[in-house]
């Protein structure tokens, strides 16, 4: 924010009108060897591997509990009558517990996706 | 009701959102330039304002209308709506973010470097988009008519103008404040009612989940979900989500890949706070006001249920609280929608002109409006799933394998999509046609169409809830025909992944100066 309370001449923004913006800034050399050489593409195509292997594990983790879930209560029906304060566990267990469940899969993938990264950019020479 | 409630909720939910976008606008405008302001948009401003953007009707009033008629098969609703966004973590947050796409269309060209798969994407967008403001509409045509007496349409025109008045005037750009400020209208005015209902009621010694009858079975108005509609429903909002043209827009504005990922781990946080209040809305909905389960209202439960409850004074507020969250819902969600659909429209159609962008808007606002009012409202939450599984069947696949896999060529992106939409399409409509075909007053057509024990059921339920198939065709016709269609990769693909998944540049190099 400008302090002076002075405004500013108006600003068109539009959108860019076709292929997507670069971020502004010079290119750093270690990424353009990383981008054009051999050994870079070896190095990215290792990134992508372990991101791609770190999402599918995770996605699969999650997905085999969901779907666990819905066996469970499709085929035991007895689970209805585990209640805490009058609430039956099928309820608790889908209303509220797998929440967290959630939300815990995203934080173990954000920390290991950006660990990946680290190791990328300490291979091409980044700080 | 007092129809008083309901005109003051929704004139003072509009006059504060008019508000907000015009001191926001102009906030936004003294920072500096605007692309560069939005990349230094902190995660939970900008995760607030994904939740007050995707927080639908559906959301706030559907998934209890569901819990209410279906018991326990209605949860499955709002944990997919908000699992959907850890799939969208997973694969496709960062990279979306570091291609530096604004569109879905953009993205589509960038990557696949074709015109004809932009426009693909681009008719796709607008088909998503147009059936997702219906809903939207439908819901507010709804609530007007339950809190204000008025006929139906009122509400689905009112939204409408609003919309295109504060897009038109520009008002209601993307500008983060306002959409963030959405959601916390919106927890408020779910969560607030019903602290204060169940205070009342534990003050009052009155029965809040009346001994477990309200989880019973036997409250329920429709037959009980089979194994394959919820793995189908499941399917479609875990992946249909990946697809939303006006989340995925709000994913530019993050300063980088990584805050990104955070941004989307903060929604994941907001919406499952938010979701469990229109299951207490339920619950006690089913004890104290069954009879909306049985008359076709049971969208209606979150609205009438404070002001049943708490009588007086203290019971008109709530219900004013409970209307305004409501109205914030059809505003946000449909001004989002509006906004992204203008803009992809305009950019294909109109040049990308200003004058363009109006027409644009007015066309992506009038046309949902002709089709909300010529249709039936259907149960919010399972209308809106069904854009769900579209989007999963069309553009999920698109987004996984672009980012994912090398060997998307574009002639296997267009037959992907075409084939997943058409048959996801063919198979809603042969759904709903078989459906109205039962004679609908007896219930137990109706239930023997639910169920999936008998052929005439399992078919039903095949097409009416087609994600579970059409998704899984739509990936294995795209990886097929790229992988027919080997020549026509595109050239440079090394660097085209790199831009995806590489990691910006550490902050100290950032050229940009930080705002704050």
Known sequence: MNDDGETPARVRVVAPRNLAQRSPGPIPVAREVAEQTDVGEVFITSLIRSQLRLAVVVAAGFLLLVAGCGLLLALAPQLHSITVLTVPLPWLVLGAGIYPVTGLCAWLFVRSAARNEARYRDLIGEK | ??????????????????????????????????????????????????????????????????????????????????????????????????????????????????????????ALVVVVGWFYIVPQLHGAALTIRITTGLPSWVGAVAVVAVVCLTVMTGGMRSITFVQAFQY???????????????????????????????????????????????????????????????????????????????????????????????????????????????NGQADATVLLLPGRLIGGAAGNVLSALVIAGAFAAFLSTTSGLVVSLAGVVSQDLFGGTVRGFRIAAVLSALIPLAVALGTGSLALAGSVSLVFAFTASTLCPLLVLGIWWRGLTDIGAIAGMLTGGILCAAAILAGSRLASSAPASSPLAASTLASTQNPAGFWYQVLAQPAAWTVPVAFVVMIAVSLATKNRRPGGITRIMTRLHAPERPLGQATVPAVE
């Open chain 2, 1 to 122: 009701m007092n129809p008083a409630i309901g005109y003051a909720a929704v004139a003072g939910v509009s006059a504060v959102t008019a508000l907000i976008g015009f001191y926001g606008l102009r906030v936004s405008r003294t920072t500096s330039d605007f692309y560069v302001a939005s990349r230094t948009v902190a995660p939970w401003w900008n995760a607030s304002a994904i939740g007050g953007e995707y927080l639908s009707a559906a959301s706030f009033l559907g998934i209890a209308g569901l819990i209410m008629v279906s018991g326990i098969d209605g949860l499955w609703f709002p944990l997919g709506y908000t699992a959907g966004y850890l799939m969208l973590l997973l694969f496709v947050a960062a990279p979306l973010r570091r291609s530096g796409a604004y569109t879905l269309p953009d993205f589509a060209q960038s990557r696949l470097q074709s015109r004809r798969v932009r426009n693909v994407t681009s």
């Open chain 2, 184 to 294: 916390w209208l919106k927890l408020t005015a779910i969560a607030v009612p019903v602290i204060f209902v169940l205070l009342v009621l534990t003050a009052g010694a009155r029965p809040v989940s009346d001994g477990g009858a309200a989880f019973s079975t036997t409250l329920n108005t429709v037959a009980p979900a089979g194994l394959y509609r919820n793995l189908s429903l499941m399917t479609a909002l875990l992946f249909g989500t990946l697809g939303l043209p006006h989340v995925l827009v709000r994913f530019y504005t993050n300063p980088d890949g990584g805050a990104a990922r955070r941004t989307t781990l903060i929604v994941l946080g907001l919406l499952s706070v938010f979701y469990l209040f229109p299951t207490i809305y339920a619950v006690l909905g089913r004890i104290y006001l069954p009879e909306l389960a049985t």
